[in-house]
């Protein structure tokens, strides 16, 4: 610094911000008249200088030009202020070795990292490098990584072919950016290297979940490419019906439902309420020869005693009161195909009976009539019961479940498949909004940790109705927790308080509370969208308006999928 008929050096730390000026209160001190009290601030960041004018009265000049808002200086430049000069000078530091972290210490820094997202609705990306035929050791692919991650990244052991990378403060989108390079880098060293990406929240709020979908969607990468997980990435197609499968005892359900498609023996589906076993049945038949025959369904606990003979084996006219026409029953419609009994435990008794006489003789007849018809059955079955306590309780016939468990299949529910949770939330968002016409927001990272400590008790069904209530809701850039139905808020088993039996008059209504962040949050994007317009899209202007720092900023205009006005885009 060289000012008036003296210099000086003064050291810069490699972190850090310091205001330049001749008031008492500057870090750097300038007894200068041409240099304002608080003149220019100078922050230095992971080893890079930029340089900001705070609206000082001669201004700031870098190597000769007026600068506007903040600069980066490179080694070499001459800062002016006012009189004074300032020569920025660096000293290229070797960066620190880079560790390689076990998978413990990952993990845990992996939960720190998550807590930060929970709490100040950060993102975070999470990278698996499918490293493929190696030879070279992981501690030498990590200093090969080196040059294109920030000090806030890790790197730790994924196996012993696989890397795993923490990118704090990244969305998908951003990593993105990241990891190209990282997969260049690698090539020479690991040719068929792959990577997969995954972010918090939108694939989850937990160091397994996020972890297992990086995984699992490196391994669907090309070589030398990179995938990033989301909702329309495990989408099974099945014919007519799309059906998600992300979490990994999902997938091997639905491959063992894929073997006994091709087989004719019954199949059995236990799961709870809304858990997705007609999708399973369904799976069933699109994967069995008899794929181009009818699929037909009988909810057994939807119709009333009497009428679930004639439904099953049909009627000839006149068979009961009301029997106008003869009607081929759903066992006969279903020659050929696949019949699907939901809730098959409701069944009767006597129904029950007969059912298993037309299942071994693969004969049916119809009320009323005397005749038999062949049939040509494949049955899928599903309860939410344990069929075999039935069968001791005496509900159920024995050998009625024999015959039809020849085969089981138990589906798990939905609060034990992690991985699928936020897809499907995403999913069902999504498909809300757009039969509404409108863009799905982001999912708030408080929002989805309500939806994970939910039981789910009516499982993706539930789920789904929950996610339709939140569009209609919510209207700002993040679905944010309160707009999730308040039976979501309460703990499980805690019932909703009962209205008050008389309400006391009242001058003002009482005041409506939400969390304070939410409030926040809603500030801040109404002003920082007004200093962008204020500002003509310029963001680093905006930034100064409101008093934020640029790379903040940024981020949060990211975040929050704030517009540019076209003039700046133009």
């Not at 003149?39 to 004018?53: F, K, N, P, Q, Y």
Request: proline share 8%.
């Amino acid at each position: 610094m060289m000012a008036g008929s003296s210099s000086s050096m003064v050291p810069l730390p490699r972190d850090g911000t310091l205001t330049i000026g001749r008031g008492a209160g500057a870090e750097l001190l300038v007894q200068d008249a041409s240099v304002s009290r608080r003149h220019a601030r100078l922050s230095v960041v992971d080893g890079e200088a930029r340089i900001t004018d705070l609206d000082s009265h001669n201004g700031v000049r870098v190597n000769g030009e007026h600068i506007s808002g903040e600069q980066v200086l490179r080694g070499g430049d001459v800062v002016m202020l006012g009189d004074v000069t300032l020569v920025f000078q660096r000293r290229d530091i070797p960066p620190p070795q880079r560790l390689l972290l076990d998978a413990a210490p990952l993990r845990d820094r992996l939960a720190e990292e998550l807590e930060r997202v929970l709490r100040y609705e950060r993102a975070l990306s999470v990278v698996a490098l499918a490293l493929g035929p190696t030879n070279v050791p992981l501690e030498e692919l990590v200093r090969a990584l080196g040059g294109g991650l920030r000090l806030m990244d890790l790197v730790g052991r994924g196996g012993p072919t696989q890397l795993l990378v923490l990118l704090p403060e990244l969305t998908a989108e951003e990593a993105e950016e990241v990891v190209q390079p990282m997969l260049e880098s690698l090539a020479p060293l690991a040719p068929e290297v792959r990577a997969g990406v995954a972010c918090a929240p939108q694939d989850g709020l937990d160091a397994d979940t996020l972890i297992s979908a990086a995984r699992a969607v490196a391994l669907t990468a090309p070589s030398g490419g990179l995938r990033i997980s989301g909702p329309d990435l495990y989408q099974l197609a099945l014919g007519e019906r799309s059906v998600m499968v992300a979490d990994e005892a999902m997938v091997r359900l639905f491959e063992l439902l894929r073997r006994l498609a091709s087989s004719p023996i019954p199949v059995l589906i236990h799961g709870e309420t809304g858990a997705g076993k007609e999708n399973a049945a369904w799976a069933v038949h699109h994967w069995s020869p008899r794929a181009q025959r009818p699929f037909i369904t009988l909810n057994c606990a939807a119709l009333p005693e009497s009428l679930v003979e004639s439904e099953l084996f049909g009627a000839e006219r006149g068979a009961f009161s009301g029997a106008v026409a003869s009607r081929a029953g759903l066992l006969e419609r279903a020659s050929g195909g696949t019949l699907f009994l939901d809730e098959v435990a409701e069944l009767p008794l006597s129904v029950q009976a007969k059912l298993l006489r037309a299942l071994d003789q693969q004969r049916i007849t119809r009320l009323g009539d005397s005749r038999e018809r062949t049939v040509d059955l494949r049955i899928v079955a599903a309860t939410h019961r344990v069929l075999a306590d039935e069968v001791k309780a005496q509900r159920f016939r024995q050998d009625l479940f024999f015959r039809l468990s020849a085969s089981v299949v138990v589906l798990p529910p939905l609060r034990n498949r992690p991985r699928e949770l936020p897809l499907l939330a995403t999913r069902f968002l999504q498909e809300a909004l757009t039969r509404a016409g409108r863009t799905a927001p982001r999912i708030s990272a408080a929002a989805m940790d309500v939806l994970r400590a939910h039981p789910w008790p009516g499982n993706v069904r539930e789920l789904k109705n929950v996610m339709e209530y939140a569009a209609t809701v919510a209207t700002g850039p993040l679905l944010e927790a309160s707009h999730l139905p308040d039976s979501l808020q309460r703990p499980p088993g805690e019932e909703a308080p009962p209205p008050p039996a008389v309400v006391p008059a009242q001058d003002t209504a009482p005041a409506s509370f939400r969390p304070i962040a939410e409030e926040v949050r809603e500030l801040e994007y109404r002003r920082m969208r007004e200093a962008l317009e204020a500002a003509g899209g310029v963001q680093t202007r905006a930034a100064q308006l409101i008093g934020m720092p640029l790379r903040t900023f940024k981020f949060k205009a990211r975040r929050y999928q704030l517009p540019r006005p076209r003039a700046a885009r133009e």
